[in-house]
């Protein structure tokens, strides 16, 4: 059973930096996905942020990117993401989602990743 096991987060003041990582162990996928949403209080959705497939391909949303930076760990299947220039807009639970396959295939689409960390706070202070 793949496990999905994330750290870092924090508070920050507005215009400073947080990174977090992602690590996934416990599959034999060949090809997958890995994704970071964040989903803030009262809101039922996980907003879709950053994609990362295993062949190094990344996406980000247009509120982050520039901003933020996937990259791979030391581990083959770690991820971190940095998180620059933060704003109180990006405040909130991030995740971190698993699934087989291409990223192209799920985007940020939440429901269709099958295996998630435990998340983790990210408060941005003005």
């Known amino acids: 059973q793949a496990q999905v096991v994330q750290s870092g987060g924090g508070s920050v003041q507005a215009g400073g930096s947080l990174t977090l990582g992602c690590a996934a162990s416990?599959?034999?996928?060949?090809?997958?996905?890995m994704a970071w949403f964040r989903q803030t209080p009262g809101n039922d959705r996980r907003e879709g942020v950053a994609?990362?497939?295993?062949?190094?391909?990344?996406s980000y949303i247009d509120l982050v990117r520039g901003r933020f930076t996937l990259s791979k760990g030391i581990a083959q299947d770690a991820l971190y993401l940095q998180m620059n220039d933060l704003k109180p807009e990006d405040t909130a639970m991030y995740y971190c989602?698993?699934?087989?396959?291409?990223?192209?295939?799920?985007?940020?689409?939440?429901?269709?990743?099958?295996?998630w960390s435990q998340g983790t706070q990210v408060t941005v202070s003005s």
């Open positions: 994609t990362f497939d295993n062949v190094g391909y990344a």
């Open positions: 989602a698993l699934v087989s396959g291409e990223c192209t295939m799920y985007k940020y689409g939440s429901w269709k990743y099958d295996h």
């Open positions: 416990g599959f034999t996928y060949s090809r997958y996905c």
